[in-house]
């Protein structure tokens, strides 16, 4: 055995898989949807110091459907967001991933190996870093110590950047820094960054904040697209925009589902006219 092979035998006996933090093993799962439904919060309830961020939450969300939550500040709408992708443990309640995955018993790194992506409302790139180079470093490889130091893109890895550059239009940006982009242009790569590592379920919060009217229409088509092979939820107060890209609204109130319809029924439901103008009083800081 030659020297090299000595040490690259030596480095596979030191980082053995099973001593690799598990954050960094890809994970080999299925996700059960055969009831055609991916994600059950039941029962879900949440407090902070006595203030009740989430009472007895419900929600049922169908396999490829695209979701929008809204809601007043405190309306629980984040908190239910962090239940779901481990960041925040809840006090009581079930949230299921498919029919199996019970999601309360999982870490953040865990729940994200399993396929659900979460974009936050402040863009999260690697502005140093060229667009390829992050849609590079989102790819769902593995992110063992002796794969990553040896690693090369494969014709096929290439292809998928490719196909996401596409997507979320940034094909002729592909070079540039990403710190360069426009507000917009960061939001459509941190979601590429997202589609790179092939999530089934996308959390998106408050996409259009700060865009322009045509960087929003643009926002809009690129959701409405990833929806049936994948399925979005999406957390925004522009009600013209939630107008243009949902089929279901759900309308979180005081930790709680309110109302859930259609923008037309929802509109229209007494309770949410009664609540949106009978509690101008709701917080204005921050949204939990």
């Known amino acids: 055995m030659s020297a090299n092979e000595n040490t690259v035998e030596s480095f596979r006996e030191t980082f053995r ?10 994970a080999q799962t299925k996700v ?4 055609q439904m991916i994600l059950y919060v039941e029962d879900l309830n949440l407090s902070f110091d006595g203030f009740k961020a989430l009472n007895n939450l419900n929600l049922y969300v169908n396999d490829g459907e695209l979701r929008c939550l809204i809601g007043a500040n405190g309306a629980g709408k984040t908190t239910l967001m962090d239940v779901i992708t ?12 498919g029919q199996t ?11 994200a190996q399993l396929g659900i992506g979460r974009k936050f409302q402040k863009p999260t790139v690697f502005e140093e870093q060229s667009v390829f180079d992050n849609l590079e ?21 290439i292809d998928r950047i490719d196909e996401v550059l596409k997507i979320v239009g940034l094909a002729k940006h592909r070079f540039m820094l990403a710190g360069a982009l426009s507000h917009g242009q960061k939001q459509w790569l941190e979601i590429g960054m997202l589609l790179a590592a092939d999530p089934r379920l ?14 929003t229409e643009k926002t809009a088509e690129l959701l409405t ?7 979005v939820i999406v957390v925004e107060h522009d009600m013209e925009f939630v107008r243009s890209i949902a089929r279901t609204v759900t309308v979180l109130h005081q930790g709680s ?6 923008m037309d029924q929802i509109q229209s439901n007494r309770d949410v006219i009664e609540v949106y103008l009978g509690e101008s009083e709701i917080a204005e800081g921050e949204e939990v």
Request: aromatic share 6%; with cysteine.
């Open 17 to 26: 898989r099973d001593q690799v933090w598990p954050f960094l093993t890809p």
């Open 32 to 35: 059960n949807v055969d009831n």
């Open 86 to 97: 481990g960041k925040t443990q809840c006090d009581s309640g079930t949230v299921f991933f």
């Open 101 to 111: 995955h019970n999601l309360l018993n999982k870490d953040e790194a865990a729940i």
């Open 137 to 157: 470093l989102s790819l769902k490889t593995d992110k063992g110590v002796l794969p990553t130091l040896f690693s090369r893109l494969t014709p096929t890895q």
């Open 202 to 215: 996308l959390l998106i919060d408050e996409p259009v904040a700060g865009m322009t009217p045509q960087e």
């Open 225 to 231: 697209s990833l929806a049936g092979e994948r399925t």
């Open 257 to 262: 589902v309110l109302a859930e319809g259609t």
